[in-house]
């Protein structure tokens, strides 16, 4: 009798299919807590050494999960009723990356640029490192000339004393 030949699975075993789905949630739950900005949640799915990082955000990568709420709480300021809305995931490993689209109105001030009242909506890419079933790491990644042309600010206008 001969007998069939073993085949790894690799990657199509359920417990991996069943992680995959398990870590996609993670980060669908990440995004329902940052949307309704409930800072209180987020430990669920947030690691205390939570690391964030942006070559789009200016200064050193977030490095824990208050200084990534800091930072939310900064982007509130600016955009009040800012939402992300995924589009696709795609889950490997321990890594979920998301294409989403940033939309919100800017009625307060970026810094030193003063609010302009104009909505926006920008692609984003970003993605996700599990770790013990919560999110340890983010890489994101967005074209700030995107928000700054709807904003009415890209190209600069020109400076004080210049002609148009």
């Known amino acids: 009798m001969r007998k069939a030949p073993i085949l790894p699975a690799i990657g199509c075993a359920p417990d991996s299919r069943a992680q995959l789905k398990t870590n996609k949630?993670?980060?669908?739950?990440?995004?329902?807590?940052?949307?309704?900005?409930?800072?209180?949640?987020?430990?669920?799915?947030?690691?205390?050494?939570?690391?964030?990082?942006?070559?789009?955000?200016?200064?050193?990568?977030?490095?824990?999960?208050?200084?990534?709420?800091?930072?939310?709480?900064e982007f509130l300021v600016s955009f009040p009723d800012q939402r992300v809305t995924p589009h696709e995931m795609v889950a490997e490993g321990d890594l979920v990356a998301v294409r989403a689209t940033y939309s919100g109105t800017n009625t307060g001030p970026m810094g030193d640029i003063p609010a302009t009242g104009k909505t926006v909506e920008a692609p984003f890419l970003a993605i996700f490192r599990i770790e013990d079933g919560?999110?340890?790491?983010?890489?994101?990644?967005?074209?700030?000339?995107?928000?700054?042309?709807?904003?009415?600010?890209?190209?600069?206008?020109?400076?004080?004393?210049?002609?148009?």
């Open 25 to 73: 949630e993670i980060v669908r739950r990440f995004g329902e807590i940052s949307n309704a900005a409930d800072w209180e949640a987020l430990p669920e799915v947030v690691t205390d050494a939570f690391t964030r990082h942006s070559a789009a955000t200016e200064g050193p990568p977030v490095t824990s999960r208050d200084q990534f709420i800091e930072l939310q709480k």
């Open 134 to 164: 919560r999110i340890a790491e983010l890489w994101v990644e967005w074209d700030n000339v995107v928000m700054l042309r709807q904003m009415g600010l890209f190209p600069p206008p020109p400076a004080a004393g210049q002609p148009e």
